[in-house]
């Protein structure tokens, strides 16, 4: 099985993805725009091959990739990393590889073709238009009302997305996002906000999940003070997340997805309806994929490959835990990491809980949260009872200060 993986380096967790099909025992070709001797070690150890490819133009990659393989043929072509997946697309049209196609990938990367798919299969989606001008903005919002959200059409990691209240604060948000071709204009949902995760096979759900984010992604993106929390429930038919594996089952459904990772984000009403937010067809970021990892004891990375290149997931998937994963930002205005206050106590509490802990220890540079997402901690609790994992990772919230100065 030869599986040409683009972007074996970068982002962070992309080595792990390689290693992963490496593992299940594909022949791993890498491509890159990295040098080869700049791969992370764990990217390098584990390819058969690798390709230094510039991905600025799409047609003169797919021709410099066909010229690498001379005539080596290739099963798969893979990507977790939602930036090049158009291009994953494009390589799969190019040597007749199975998997997403451009218009499959159309729909899991543009928030306005998404929610028409899911809504056109009756399921509930924000009401929602796209926007190239101020003009077709204002009408948009006429049309879906206040509160609303502006944001890129192809965003992420909450960039560029604001919650507007009224005609001013929509006007001031269209000004700050004169630079992006085009937005999508939602209401906005007022309740919990929450993923529903699955790693498919030929439309199978092979893994499911649901996390839940504390707080919303968008006030973490702008507030520096926040730790946030990202829940992973033992339990997902329980009444809090129950609606969202629902509406996922339809989601999935109405977009025909066939294999590998999806990610999903939806909210959840006062009322407990579940309501689309976006999905990806491909895996969450920000540590997530460890976290349920954590959670549901096993290894997803290889669990992917697995079904990615044969159809199936071996490992045994029943939940285990509650698992909370906790990022901190360092407190305080100087420049490193003096003290990591509340930790001693915290360990001697609920250390035999803690699944990992990885802090910026003292005399480092603090991290540029906007940049690092795990900011200058990461750690995962976890614990069978619901209530006692969220007493315990709340208390990692509150009583653990990543101090700078
Ligand atoms: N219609 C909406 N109602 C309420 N909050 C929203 C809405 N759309 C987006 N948000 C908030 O903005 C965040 C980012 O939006 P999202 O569509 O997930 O884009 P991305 O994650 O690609 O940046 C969401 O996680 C959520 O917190
Ligand atoms: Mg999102």
């Not at 890129?152 to 604060?169: E, H, K, L, V």
């Amino acid at each position: 099985m030869n599986v040409v993986f683009l972007s074996p380096g970068f982002p962070a967790e992309m080595p792990l993805f390689a290693r992963g099909l490496a593992q299940v025992g594909a022949k791993v070709l890498g491509v890159g725009d990295q040098p080869a001797a700049a791969l992370p070690p764990e990217a390098r150890e584990v390819l058969s091959d690798y390709l230094q490819c510039s991905f600025s133009d799409e047609n003169a990659a797919v021709e410099q990739v066909r010229a690498w393989l001379r005539g080596r043929s290739v099963d798969r072509v893979e990507c977790s990393w939602e930036r090049l997946m158009y291009l994953a697309a494009r390589l799969r049209h190019a040597f007749g590889v199975p998997g997403m196609t451009m218009e499959q990938t159309a729909i899991v990367r543009d928030k306005e073709r998404m929610k028409q798919a899911v809504e056109a299969a009756g399921l509930r989606v924000p009401r929602h238009g796209r926007a190239q001008s101020r003009q077709e903005a204002w009408s948009v919002v006429e049309r879906t009302g206040f509160p609303a959200i502006l944001k890129p059409i192809d965003g992420a990691g909450s960039q560029n997305t604001f919650r507007c209240d009224d005609a001013a604060q929509f006007e001031a948000a269209l000004e700050r996002t004169r630079h992006v071709d085009e937005i999508s204009v939602e209401e906005y949902v007022e309740g919990e906000e929450l993923t529903y995760d699955t790693v498919c096979a030929g439309g199978r759900i092979l893994f499911e999940n649901v996390s839940w984010y504390k707080p919303k992604p968008m006030i973490l993106a702008q507030n520096e003070w926040i730790s946030m929390q990202n829940i992973v429930l033992r339990d997902i038919h329980a009444e809090l997340p129950r609606p969202g594996v629902e509406l996922g089952h339809g989601v999935l459904r109405a977009l025909g997805f066939e294999t590998g990772f999806t990610h999903m984000e939806w909210f959840r009403t006062a009322s407990g309806e579940a309501v689309f937010g976006e999905i990806g067809g491909r895996p969450p970021g920000a540590r997530l994929v460890h976290a349920m990892n954590y959670g549901y004891d096993l290894d997803l990375f290889t669990g992917w490959a697995e079904a990615v290149c044969y159809g199936r997931l071996s490992q045994d998937t029943t939940p285990k835990y509650n698992a909370s994963m906790i990022f901190k930002r360092a407190q305080g205005h100087g420049p490193r990491v003096v003290e990591h206050r509340g930790l001693r106590e915290l360990m001697q509490r609920y250390g035999e809980h803690v699944a990992t802990i990885e802090l910026t220890p003292v005399g480092e540079p603090k991290r540029d949260w906007r940049k690092v997402v795990v900011g200058d901690g990461w750690i995962v609790v976890r614990h069978p009872d619901l209530a006692y994992t969220l007493q315990m990772s709340d208390a990692f919230v509150n009583d653990l200060l990543v101090v700078a100065g």
